[in-house]
């Protein structure tokens, strides 16, 4: 079975992938995670497959809802949750870019294109993840820098929360 390379597939058959992906998927409320309710055996992700191409559905969700990614770019999940297709736990972005934004202007929210405003793990960017798992300040150091609580902090440093972005 062939992985869609999404830019390759037909705009039918993509179409009808997200058609599915509606009919099967149970939207929950807004803040809640909306868990695809057909997973695969072995398989993390959620996924479908419409003529033999298979879809994550995470990808489709958030391509339906915020439209097309870009060469490169991928979806993680701000809630850490792979079967989830709530469009506002999903995010997308390059390494190349964020490196090319921080480098621009010293911002710490641009290359990375934020959908989870209102998600618990939304005070953070992945920039940020990937520097408080870098730098050697106690957890509390870091908590009050990012006005996050030492918990969090220490999950981010365990890998228990932010996996995408280790
Ligand atoms: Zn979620």
Known sequence: MKRARDKAVDDG???RAIARLLAIGIAGSPDECWIWPRPWKGHRYGQLSV????????????????????????VCHSCDTPLC???RHLWA??????????????????????????NANAKLTADNVKEIRKCKNSDRVEA????VSRALIRKIRAG???KCAL
């Open 144 to 147: 009050k820098r990012y006005g």
């Open 51 to 74: 003529n033999k191409i298979k879809f994550y559905v995470h990808r489709l969700s958030y391509e339906h809802h915020h439209g097309p990614l870009l060469d490169g770019e991928e």
């Open 160 to 162: 228990e929360v932010w």
């Open 13 to 15: 058959i993509r179409i």
């Open 93 to 118: 972005g390059t390494h190349a870019q964020n490196m090319a934004d921080m480098a621009d202007k010293g911002r710490h929210r641009v290359g990375m294109r934020w959908r989870g405003e209102d």
């Open 85 to 87: 297709w709530n469009p």
